[in-house]
C-alpha cells in the first residue's frame, strides 16, 4: 500500500493518530508531501518525528517532501529571505520554540525586540549548533516524487510542461501553486497545500476530506490546524489501482474513480 499524508503544520497527536493505520512493512510506503512545520504547537517535534522515521524505514519506504512552509524557512535559513523569521516572530514564534530551548527562545525574542536582523543571525546559529543533522535534513528534502502510477507534489505541478513537467516546473510552482488545477493529465496528481474545502475543491468550509476532482488529481489539505480539520491519509493499493481514504472518525472507504 502507498500512503500520503500533507500539511501536518505541528500537529503531532493527529499525526500519530493516522499513522496508527499506516503499516510500512513489506512493500508500505508513505509520502509526506511537505508543510510540517508552522501554526501548530508540536513543529519541532513533528519533523523529528518524520527524520526518525525515515531512518528507521529507509528512504525508499519514508518519502518526505518540502511544502512552501519548509522551502521558505530553509530560505531563511540560508540567509536568502528574511520573511520565515519575521512571520514565526509575529506568531510568539510558535515554531522556532520547538527547536529550541526555552532559555534561547527568550535570548532570540529580546534581541528580536532590539535588532531583528541579529536576532536573525543569532537564531540560525543556534539551530545549526543544536539541530544540524536535522536542519541538513530538511534542506535536502526533494520537491516530488513519482511512480508508475502517480505523482506527489506539495502543491501541484506546472501541466502546460506536459511529459515534461519535471523540467518545466518551477520551484515555487511545486511548492505554492494556485488555485489548484482539476481535469486530466498524464499522472494522477496527488497533492496538498489547497484546503480541500476551499472554493475551488469542495467549496464548503465544514468539508476537509480529501477531494478528487473524478480525473487526474487528489487533494488532501484538510486544515487540520484549524477548529474541525483534520490530516487526511490518502491510500493507494499499487496492485488493484485502488485509492481509499482515513476520516476524522478513523473510518477507511474506498474512493470511486471514473474511467
Not at 520547538?98 to 528580536?112: C, D, G, N, P, V
Request: charged letters at 25%; proline letters at 2%; hydrophobic letters at 40%.
Amino acid at each position: 500500500m502507498l500512503y500520503a499524508l500533507s500539511d501536518i503544520h505541528g500537529s503531532l497527536n493527529e499525526l500519530y493518530r493516522v499513522m496508527a493505520h499506516v503499516e510500512l512493512t513489506g512493500d508500505g510506503r508513505l509520502v509526506l508531501l511537505g508543510d510540517y512545520i508552522d501554526y501548530g504547537e508540536r513543529s519541532g517535534q513533528v519533523l523529528r518525528f518524520i527524520y526518525e522515521l525515515q531512518h528507521e524505514h529507509g528512504a525508499d519506504h519514508v518519502i518526505a517532501l518540502k511544502g512552501d512552509h519548509e522551502y521558505a524557512f530553509v530560505s531563511w535559513l540560508n540567509g536568502d529571505s528574511p520573511d520565515w523569521f519575521a512571520d514565526d516572530r509575529d506568531s510568539g514564534f510558535i515554531t522556532l520554540k520547538t527547536l529550541l530551548s526555552e532559555y534561547q527562545t527568550e535570548t532570540i525574542s529580546k534581541l528580536a525586540g532590539k535588532d531583528m536582523e541579529k536576532a536573525s543571525g543569532e537564531a540560525r546559529i543556534m539551530l545549526d549548533y543544536e539541530n544540524r543533522r536535522l536542519m541538513d535534513w530538511l534542506k535536502a528534502l526533494p520537491l516530488f516524487f513519482e511512480t508508475e502510477d502517480l505523482i506527489f507534489a506539495h502543491a501541484g505541478i506546472d501541466e502546460e510542461a506536459e511529459d515534461e513537467w519535471k523540467w518545466g516546473t518551477l520551484d515555487e510552482t511545486f511548492v505554492s501553486k494556485y488555485p489548484p488545477s482539476r481535469g486530466s493529465f498524464l499522472k494522477t496528481i496527488v497533492a496538498g497545500h489547497n484546503a480541500t474545502s476551499g472554493e475551488f475543491l469542495h467549496a464548503d468550509p465544514e468539508n476537509h476530506g480529501v477531494f478528487y476532482d473524478g480525473a487526474s488529481h487528489f487533494y488532501i489539505d484538510g486544515s487540520v490546524y484549524r477548529e474541525g480539520g483534520c490530516l487526511n491519509l490518502l491510500m493507494f493499493h499499487e496492485n488493484a489501482k485502488r485509492f481509499y481514504c482515513l476520516d476524522a472518525s478513523g473510518n477507511i472507504s474506498e474512493i470511486k474513480i471514473f474511467s
